[in-house]
C-alpha cells in the first residue's frame, strides 16, 4: 500500500508527437522545481510517438492506446480505454494534455473535471485549432504567445490559468516564431504543474487565482525577450 505522506502526487501526460511539453514536466520533476509530483503514465494515440520512448526512460509507465474504429465503439470506446490505462497506473491527481491531437467528448472532460490542462500555443482566446503560431502571424499582431488552460467541454476555451507572451518580430516565420513560443511552453507548462500540486490554483468560475509564495520565480532562467515568462 503506498503510504500517503511519502508519496508524491501522480501526473498522467498524453502526448501524440515528440514529447517536449512532456519533457519539459519530466525535467522539472528531475531538478526538485516540480517537488510533490511525478510522472506515473505517459499515454499516446501513436505507437512511434518519441513522447512514450522519453516517458519510459523516466520511469514512467508508458501506453499506446490506439484509436477505435467507430463499427467498434468509436471515440467513446478509445476515451473508456485511456481512462482504463490511467486508472490502472494509480494515484493519478492532474492529467496533463501536451501536444495531444484528438478533441476529447465530455465522457472524459467530466471524468477529470477540475484536474485536467491543456497547453496551448497561443494567448488565448485568440487563435484556437491546431496552428496558433501560424495564425498569430498571419492576422499580423504584435505579440503571442502561450496559454495553460482547464479543459472544458469546447476546444481551447476553457479557464485561464497562466500566459506568457514573446514580441513577433518583423521578419519572423511561423518556424521561427513558434520555436520561441515553444521554449516559453517549456516554462509555462511545468510551473502550472507545480502550481496545481501545490494546490495553489483556485477556480471560481472563468477566473482562476494564483496564490502567492511559489519559488518558481528567480530558479529558472527566463526566456529572452519574453513578456511574464514565468506565466502570469
Known amino acids: 500500500m503506498r503510504d500517503p505522506v511519502v508519496d508524491k502526487k501522480g501526473i498522467a501526460v498524453l502526448a501524440s508527437g515528440r514529447g517536449s511539453d512532456l519533457q519539459s514536466i519530466l525535467d522539472a520533476v528531475s531538478s526538485g522545481l516540480i ?11 501513436r505507437p ?70 491543456n497547453i496551448h500555443p497561443a494567448l488565448l482566446p485568440a487563435f484556437k485549432g491546431v496552428d496558433g503560431p501560424g495564425d498569430a502571424l498571419r492576422y499580423g499582431v504584435k505579440v503571442a504567445g502561450c496559454t495553460t488552460h482547464f479543459v472544458d467541454h469546447e476546444m481551447d ?31 509555462i507548462l511545468p510551473r502550472t504543474v507545480d502550481l496545481f500540486l501545490q494546490d495553489r490554483l483556485t477556480r471560481d468560475g472563468r477566473l482562476v487565482r494564483v496564490a502567492d509564495g511559489d519559488t518558481w520565480h528567480g530558479r529558472v532562467d527566463p526566456v529572452p525577450e519574453a513578456l511574464y515568462p514565468y506565466g502570469f
Request: aromatic share 2%.
Open 35 to 45: 517537488a510533490t509530483g511525478e510522472v506515473r503514465i505517459v499515454v499516446s494515440d
Open 48 to 117: 512511434d510517438a518519441p513522447a512514450l520512448d522519453r516517458g519510459r526512460r523516466h520511469g514512467a509507465e508508458a501506453v499506446h492506446v490506439a484509436p477505435v474504429a467507430k463499427a467498434e465503439g468509436g471515440r467513446a470506446q478509445n476515451e473508456r480505454d485511456v481512462m482504463a490505462a490511467i486508472d490502472a497506473a494509480g494515484g493519478v491527481d492532474l492529467v496533463v494534455l501536451a501536444g495531444y491531437m484528438r478533441l476529447l467528448s465530455p465522457l472524459f472532460v467530466d471524468a477529470y473535471h477540475d484536474r485536467l490542462i
Open 157 to 187: 476555451a476553457g479557464p485561464v490559468i497562466l500566459q506568457g507572451a514573446v514580441l513577433v518580430h518583423p521578419d519572423d516565420d511561423r518556424d521561427a516564431l513558434a520555436a520561441r513560443i515553444l521554449a516559453l511552453e517549456h516554462q
